[in-house]
């Protein structure tokens, strides 16, 4: 158990309104993910971070921004929900592994549920 | 864009039979491959890994990569029920934790 948990676990909105997906670790890890998971696309990257206050975009940004003031927790926003972005948002640290080769698994959350009307 | 591809399935597969995944990858610069299940409803989990050539035995899965013709496969012995699920390719991006994901393969073992 990875001790990742994220909130809402179910969410539905109306377009245009704001929504913030929390993702809570308690085991210290530094390396945080978003992910998005569509039928037909799998999993696509959103955003990730290194540490506090170290964000950078994945392969889907667009419509999406994250805030990371505490090692904890990894906060999803979408300023103004599409229904473009209905879909299963999953959080994941990561443990590099020693190496040069990445053998560094992804532990994920149990995901969170968005709808948008 | 380098991308990981796999068929979706559904791939129908007898209890006790072998299951046969094969994921193919655009990036001949990938160097590690790893093989994730995803039940219904569930997040994903890891299965295994592999970044050698050659095959790579973990109980009934056997992971097999081969880098020359850029395709890494899963296979299943002895399939059983609770294999039913999703199976997810990925490969590393260019750091830890950004994972390019196939779309996955859905698994479907019947009595």
């Known amino acids: 158990d990875a001790g990742i948990t994220q909130s809402p676990r179910h969410k539905v909105t109306e377009t245009g309104t704001p929504v913030t997906l929390r993702c809570h670790q308690t085991e210290n890890h530094r390396y945080m993910y978003w992910y998005r998971q569509d039928p037909g696309h799998g999993l696509r990257l959103i955003h990730y971070?290194?540490?506090?206050?170290?964000?950078d975009k994945g392969e889907v940004s667009d419509g999406y921004s994250v805030s990371r003031s505490k090692t904890e927790d990894f906060l999803l926003t979408l300023e103004s929900a599409t229904s473009s972005q209905t879909s299963v948002y999953f959080c994941?640290?990561?443990?590099?592994?020693?190496?040069?080769?990445?053998?560094?698994?992804?532990?994920f959350g149990e995901g969170s549920r968005l709808t948008v009307l | 864009q380098k991308e990981v591809e796999q068929n979706s399935g559904p791939l129908s597969v007898p209890e006790g039979a072998i299951a046969s995944l094969n994921c193919t990858y655009s990036?001949?610069?990938?160097?590690?491959f790893f093989w994730y299940r995803q039940y219904s409803g569930k997040s994903p989990e890891l299965i295994m890994f592999i970044y050698s050539n050659g095959d790579k035995e973990d109980g009934r899965f056997t992971a097999q990569l081969n880098k020359a013709s850029q395709y890494v496969s899963l296979l299943i012995r002895d399939s059983q029920p609770s294999d039913s699920a999703t199976y997810l390719c990925a490969s590393p991006s260019d750091s830890w934790g950004k994972f390019q994901f196939g779309a996955g393969t859905q698994v479907v073992v019947t009595p």
């Open positions: 990036d001949r610069g990938s160097q590690s």
């Open positions: 971070s290194y540490g506090v206050k170290d964000t």
């Open positions: 994941a640290i990561s443990e590099p592994s020693d190496g040069q080769v990445n053998t560094g698994e992804l532990f």
